[in-house]
């Protein structure tokens, strides 16, 4: 029986837990959180986990792997001292708002030898993969065109806008990673527009709502993301990638298959709310790709290089859209 | 240059009128039509054709062919006179409420050898015709089941159904020409249920604005004909094919491609309003090949004998639905 | 805790008994199946329940409910044991091939007071639901005609089919109580048509695979079921609900939500296969009704009186296969 | 009977031509074209105009109205020359490919009174229209992103490519225009990247054919196109606008409606190929109000000043392309 330790039973915590737990030959030992939520209980309840602190997990030999799961600002405390313990990491995006902690903690995890997965559930969505795959088997022609869109179902609030490192850093990283994955190359140029149009409480917090990025790849492909912080339907999560033989799709998952036919037309249900839902499959394989990462080896779709080169794209952008000028990147640039 | 003249300038008759008169080659000479209606004036407007008599056309030597769509109690005489004149024939349907009399004027064209295209313009619908010859093919397998829908968009009123023949002579008659035309084989049963739902005045009629029909072809393939008087979402027109390698779906065609999303989910167009705009294309195919069948003889999909069939359909139909049995039909079948 | 126990671990019981072991507050005690298949095992290692035989289960006084997914020849006989004991059942669909014996254990269980939920998981699909919901509320105008779709992706094997009580007891028997249930009206006339166009074999076996039924209603409501033993595409389960105000079109639903374009036109994901994986929303919420019917007395969608009705629908589609004639039926109706 | 003449024969000069002569009370008196084409031909065949020379045309005191869709080298000359002989003109874009000549051809236009209505015919399609009147209304809420897809079936000969002043000039200025009609706004930013990917000969006639540009409007709206030479499936014109309650999908034309199941999947008909089909009702719309501007001085969806918004757009784009900076624009701006 493999053991594993979670940090952060909140939203997606609870989802990874879950998951983790529901893997064969898997179970869900310790839990690290120390607010007593409801969601914890219920998390202990499903698992039959124990609440631990971080250093029970750290010092058990018994443990093969943890998951950060828990906010932001320890993420990168958490990665290195799992790297102390040699423990494999699952660890959600993003690393760190500081770009140069992203970094540090990379090249430290990288020195080490520790392997290192970074939640970047897209890439384990049925859709996205298939896609991706068969872009990357040459069999659809050279890729030229990605269109992403991305819009949130309802603004977040202030409090979440504030801690969150800007809707780049938070909610673009997604699409900034996708557009590495599915082009299979680096990027070379970011430019980013953007404002707060949608909840001026965002703005005044000194975020923007609603962004258009436009990427060009080393090798000149072309790269759209269409952001927003609110979609009138529900969660907008849609790809389009244009190659030469064959163009793909990939659209929204709706809520139910019913269309109601009246004088109004043809109304049909709005996509699944939200994320959790509509990438319940992405999340399962997660930990199933963690699980077998950890018992033979297996490589994962997203590591730690995959964290930096997205953040560092988001970081890329947030200077875009200050200067009003695009960005040239490479490995070596970094926001001044 | 080809002269045409044309029997009725209603509402189906502006439609053949205007197609035949936009024929590369042709020009529509004469409308007869005794009611000096909006619609006549129209027509001579956009035409240059002449209001005269049905003694006028018979007797100019220049027509080459004459086209029938003044309302159904004048078909079997205008049929019978253009045969007389050995005058090339396209006629609406039905040629007559009373089976009698279809069996006896089809008699008479068939003995004259004079050519007679009926107007079952859905086999003329590209939609349509591509599904019948990927069938015909048999490039698809085995075709095995047909389900077909068609409901007005609004009930007629009950003037016209008094004169209509009923729904099925009237309305149906299209479906059990797509049953024949689509399997490529004759019916072998009839069964019928039905009844007023929608509009209590046409039940009051004697007529029925809701039916489901069963038929068997001869071979054994089964088709399912699902009519109504009326859609809540507008003019419903579509086809369900089902063969051992595919299946065919013939849809509604919308009014416009544009969808709304909003709280309430996505809404698209409803179809569109009715079956002058659905079928345009299908009328002016209709044209060009009674235009090809007047110059060289091409032949068309739907002449006189696959009207009279259509007709014994709707007749078996009938008797299914008041003796609530199914009907066995054949070539020599007829109602008591 | 409420302890469950389940009959039978193959295909549907492996759904059924891992639902009911991830129900809060539930686990599933005993598992009894004297097969050691591999599908048992999993369900072992998964829900921890333990191999028994009948005998233990219907004398372990802490049993709260037996879930009854063996062989159909088993049915009968395990609902009057527990019947017996006193023990609330969940039966999967049928209660037996012979048709006075689902009488006599209907009957047996309605005079007992023992709670009885029969297995129509398609009553608790999201969709179908709402559809129902919404008919039932009145909002949608009267309902005038159904319109049922059911094909398999694949004919079953011949071995199958004959012990299966033919396809109108094993396939159409969902479509009968869907006709039931979103009608909300008991059956009076039912007509079939159908025969073996898909596998002589199954025709050597003296089943079909191909059919079509048309129901009437007591108030004269339509229902059209189109059934076949496969589908071109995968599998088919749709449905189409005609109101006065409003029309309901229940879709497939697809593996993915990839279009892909080319020269061909767009391409995009076949069904689901098959009903485990369409249905899976719809079997967890049928332990969730069973637990919530235990614990406390919660209404299922579907009793045992509905197995009856449907199956009822089922010999009368049998005698009007063989007779070419429809059948009338009502509660005292039976199969001579 | 109003007298139209036309200058150009050939694609989609014959589109106006017939679309004029159908125009109710009006005709098409004359055209002018050198060139001996079939197209001419039928053109003359289907509306009776004579073949003129231009001198004709202005100096016949009857035409009430020229439309202008020779090549563009010609449409200078020809709006001055229907000005100065005050005769209201339909262009075809672009007015040039030289900007000073745009705007000095603009001016002489504004100062005469002519009235001069500018060929953007996607203002005029029911879709596109649709959707603009209703952001404009209010109802949909703060418009906040446009995305536009723009892609050519195939693309264009080398030979028309070096004469067509690029894909900025060529097919990107009616998504340009678009960007102002629907935003209700002048643009402020343009930033554009692109590459010869589809055919390298156009990259060695020194145009691209694979570009995406972000707009920002002077309030700060968002505009994203993405355009190409080619796709996959056919002829690309789709549009999404995002409002703060209602977002609008514009989709592509089908040829047909028809959906294949088969083990691939569903396979539906590519789009309409090309914008003579996809866009044939807005020309017949555009000839209307021609007339209409004519004969009642009803305003069009756009004059010249549109023509020569969307060019500096395209000439801003031209500049960012070779910068690799965006480009501030206002009503002064023009390039070095």
Same mark, same amino acid.
């Given at each position: 029986?493999?053991?594993?330790?979670?940090?952060?039973?909140?939203?997606?915590?609870?989802?990874?837990?879950?998951?983790?737990?529901?893997?064969?030959?898997?179970?869900?030992?310790?839990?690290?959180?120390?607010?007593?939520?409801?969601?914890?209980?219920?998390?202990? !309840?499903?698992? =039959?986990?124990? &609440?631990?602190? @971080?250093?029970?997990?750290?010092? +058990?030999? #018994?443990? /093969?792997?943890?998951?950060?799961?828990?906010?932001?600002?320890?993420?990168?405390?958490?990665?290195?001292?799992?790297?102390?313990?040699?423990?494999?990491?699952?660890?959600?995006?993003?690393?760190?708002?500081?770009?140069?902690?992203?970094?540090?903690?990379?090249?430290?995890?990288?020195?080490?030898?520790?392997?290192?997965?970074?939640?970047f559930q897209r890439r384990y969505d049925p859709s996205f993969k298939a896609v991706r795959n068969r872009i990357a088997s040459g069999a659809a022609g050279n890729l030229e065109q990605i269109v992403m869109h991305t819009r949130?179902?309802?603004?977040?609030?202030?409090?979440?806008?504030?801690?969150?490192?800007?809707?780049?850093?938070?909610?673009a990283?997604h699409d900034f990673d996708q557009a590495r994955y599915l082009t299979g190359e680096e990027i070379a140029t970011v430019? !980013?527009?953007? =404002?707060?149009? &949608?909840?001026? @409480?965002?703005?005044?917090?000194? +975020?923007? #709502?609603? /962004?258009m990025i436009v990427l060009t790849t080393v090798s000149g492909k072309l790269v759209s993301m269409n952001n927003?912080?609110?979609?009138?339907?529900?969660?907008d999560q849609r790809l389009e990638a244009f190659c030469a033989k064959e163009a793909f799709f990939i659209d929204n998952h709706?809520?139910?298959?019913?269309?109601?036919?009246?004088?109004?037309?043809?109304?049909?249900?709005?996509?699944?709310?939200?994320?959790?839902?509509r990438f319940?499959?992405a999340?399962?394989?997660?930990?199933?790709?963690?699980?077998?990462?950890?018992?033979?080896?297996?490589?994962?779709l997203a590591?730690?290089?995959d964290?930096?080169?997205a953040?560092?794209l988001?970081?890329?952008?947030?200077?875009?859209?200050?200067?009003?000028?695009?960005?040239?990147?490479?490995?070596?640039?970094?926001?001044?």
């Open positions: 029986m493999l053991d594993l330790a979670i940090f952060g039973a909140g939203r997606i915590g609870s989802v990874h837990g879950r998951d983790a737990a529901q893997q064969p030959g898997a179970r869900l030992k310790y839990i690290v959180d120390p607010i007593a939520s409801e969601g914890r209980a219920k998390l202990v !309840a499903e698992t =039959g986990a124990q &609440i631990v602190d @971080a250093a029970t997990v750290f010092s +058990d030999m #018994d443990v /093969a792997g943890v998951i950060v799961a828990s906010s932001t600002d320890t993420h990168a405390k958490l990665i290195l001292d799992a790297v102390a313990a040699r423990k494999p990491i699952f660890c959600e995006k993003p690393i760190s708002l500081d770009f140069a902690t992203v970094l540090k903690v990379a090249e430290a995890v990288e020195a080490s030898g520790v392997a290192c997965m970074l939640g949130d179902p309802a603004p977040p609030q202030v409090s979440y806008v504030e801690r969150s490192g800007g809707m780049f850093r938070d909610q990283i430019y !980013a527009v953007g =404002g707060s149009m &949608i909840d001026p @409480a965002i703005g005044a917090a000194g +975020d923007i #709502d609603c /962004a927003q912080r609110r979609a009138p339907f529900g969660y709706a809520r139910d298959t019913v269309t109601v036919g009246s004088a109004a037309g043809y109304t049909s249900a709005p996509p699944m709310n939200y994320f959790i839902e319940a499959d999340y399962r394989a997660e930990m199933e790709t963690f699980v077998a990462m950890i018992t033979h080896g297996a490589p994962s590591n730690i290089r964290g930096v080169e953040q560092r988001a970081e890329a952008a947030i200077v875009s859209l200050k200067t009003g000028l695009p960005v040239g990147v490479d490995r070596e640039w970094r926001p001044a």
